[in-house]
T-cell receptor, first 115, second 111 residues
Framework: EAGVTQFPSHSVIEKGQTVTLRCDPISGHDNLYWYRRVMGKEIKFLLH????????ESGMPNNRFLAERTGGTYSTLKVQPAELEDSGVYFC?????????????FGSGTQLSVL | AQSVTQLGSHVSVSEGALVLLRCNYS??????LFWYVQYPNQGLQLLLKYTSAATLVKGINGFEAEFKKSETSFHLTKPSAHMSDAAEYFCAVSPYDKVIFGPGTSLSVIP
């Protein structure tokens, strides 16, 4: 069974440019989460999809970030325009249901560097 | 507010020695608690979780953690470190509807 896959694994862009990160969850997992880890600090929650709907986007830092999950399968996270403080590792995770005790399956992350 | 602290951003142990990674949490309600591990170039994997059953939880690869409510702690231990245990370890708490992670502890194992 394929795990959670993220693309690209690394992205280096200049301030002001646009970047789109993609996440493919495990097939059949309705719940998809985006997290971010900045400068070796804690992994912070960004948002949660249930199928194609945004269940919770309270962690999205500002309106430069746009997440979509059309069709309830893969998800994209677009940053436009990117700023220096957006650098970090962006993780995607999925789970079968949204119980808080449920195990999360993580992708290996996208390392974003904004110069 | 819920939060997780992990004492020591870097821990080094000798191969065969005890591994002890510390985690303390704050939560206004009885939480679920987790330890995740991230090996180089991989995603986070669940090591173990506490969900209000037994306070001593056994996980994969010989790790275990004990929930101590009075100390609000959930420290991770392994009796004997192996080289393959070198990784980053994240403690996490889930009181309501999302998982809150600590800053992580990087474990080095010295031959």
């Amino acid at each position: 069974e394929a795990g959670v896959t993220q693309f690209p694994s690394h992205s280096v862009i200049e301030k002001g440019q646009t970047v789109t990160l993609r996440c493919d969850p495990i097939s059949g997992h309705d719940n998809l989460y985006w997290y971010r880890r900045v400068m070796g600090k804690e992994i912070k929650f960004l948002l949660h999809f249930v199928k194609e709907s945004k269940q919770d986007e309270s962690g999205m830092p500002n309106n430069r970030f746009l997440a979509e999950r059309t069709g309830g399968t893969y998800s994209t996270l677009k940053v436009q325009p990117a700023e220096l403080e957006d650098s970090g590792v962006y993780f995607c995770a999925s789970s079968q249901d949204n119980r808080v005790s449920e195990k999360l399956f993580f992708g290996s992350g996208t390392q974003l560097s904004v110069l | 507010a819920q939060s997780v602290t992990q004492l020591g951003s870097h821990v080094s142990v000798s191969e065969g020695a005890l591994v002890l990674l510390r985690c303390n949490y704050s939560s206004s309600v009885p939480p679920y608690l987790f330890w995740y591990v991230q090996y180089p170039n991989q995603g986070l994997q669940l090591l173990l979780k506490y969900t209000s059953a037994a306070t001593l939880v056994k996980g994969i690869n010989g790790f275990e953690a004990e929930f101590k409510k009075s100390e609000t702690s959930f420290h991770l231990t392994k009796p004997s470190a192996h080289m393959s245990d070198a990784a980053e370890y994240f403690c996490a708490v889930s009181p309501y509807d999302k998982v809150i992670f600590g800053p992580g502890t990087s474990l080095s194992v010295i031959p």
